[in-house]
Nanobody, 124 residues
Framework: HVQLVESGGGSVQAGGSLKLSCAAS?????????MAWFRQAPEKQREAVAS???????TYAPSVKGRATIYLNNAKTTLYLEMNNLKPDDTAQYYC??????????????????WGQGTQVTVS
């Protein structure tokens, strides 16, 4: 698999916005059947934030629905996550992930087999 590299994390005030990027190494395509953002807060399990499939469907976790947008650039080399109205509960390490074409649940961690190293988002 191509290496996935996240960027765009940092410290943000509550109510603010951020845009995370996930690029494939060597400017390769990042597009696979499933692409998603997950996050993990300290002492909590990793949870899905949003997913997008190559055939179209987009799914958001209830905790971010209405505040998050996931999308690919036209060249399909970068996956983005934009979030607004950030809350302290959004503080976490954010990971992008991709997965193969198979039956499954788009927000299920088991559907993804290629992961980035993560980028930290802190909301205060």
């Amino acid at each position: 698999h191509v290496q996935l590299v996240e960027s765009g994390g940092g410290s943000v005030q509550a109510g603010g916005s951020l845009k995370l990027s996930c690029a494939a190494s060597e400017h390769s395509t990042i597009a696979r059947y499933r692409m998603a953002w997950f996050r993990q807060a300290p002492e909590k399990q990793r949870e899905a934030v949003a997913s997008i499939r190559s055939d179209g469907p987009i799914t958001y976790a209830p905790s971010v629905k209405g505040r998050a947008t996931i999308y690919l650039n036209n060249a399909k080399t970068t996956l983005y996550l934009e979030m607004n109205n950030l809350k302290p509960d959004d503080t976490a390490q954010y990971y992008c992930a991709t997965g193969p074409d198979r039956e499954g649940i788009d927000l299920a961690e088991r559907e993804y087999d290629n992961w980035g190293q993560g980028t930290q988002v802190t909301v205060s």
